[in-house]
């Protein structure tokens, strides 16, 4: 039970590092590339510069839930998941198609893609499904 602990900590702290960095990704990239961005319409720029940071802060919630062992942040976190490998997924196929883009970032789309799966797998787990029961339920 005590490697299951360290693992569900892990995670928790690398989906708060992730999350910290969806936060900051899209006002970086603003700062940094001032003259980039093309003219969009502005659903495209409410979708595409406020969906990061919103993903982002709903990972800090569900990192600090699963610090404290909340049965709601094991169902967040496998959510995460979920849209972390088909983000990933989609970001691989669009990166398969443009030969101009270089294997690094086909890389990072991996990474985080067996981020997502590993994160399935362990919160799926009896284990972890067990350390998540709340007191009530364990009383009961």
């Given at each position: 039970m005590q490697r299951m602990s360290t693992l569900i900590t892990l995670s928790a702290?690398?989906?708060?590092?992730?999350?910290?960095?969806?936060?900051v990704y899209v006002p970086w990239l603003m700062l940094a590339a001032p003259g980039y961005w093309p003219p969009l319409n502005l659903l495209a720029e409410l979708l595409g510069f406020s969906l990061p940071p919103a993903l982002g802060i709903c990972g800090l919630v569900?990192?600090?839930?699963?610090?404290?062992?909340?049965?709601w942040a094991r169902i967040s976190i496998q959510v995460?998941?979920?849209?972390?490998?088909?983000?990933?997924?989609?970001?691989?196929l669009l990166l398969a198609t443009h030969?101009?883009?270089?294997?690094?970032?086909f890389a990072a789309q991996?990474?985080?893609?067996?981020i997502g799966i590993s994160w399935l797998v362990l919160f799926n787990a009896r284990n972890a499904r067990a350390a998540f029961v709340s007191t009530k339920q364990a009383g009961a």
């Open positions: 702290a690398i989906c708060a590092a992730l999350s910290l960095l969806s936060v569900t990192s600090l839930g699963l610090f404290r062992r909340k049965p995460i998941a979920a849209v972390l490998i088909l983000n990933s997924l989609l970001a691989g030969s101009d883009l270089n294997a690094v970032w991996a990474v985080l893609m067996s």
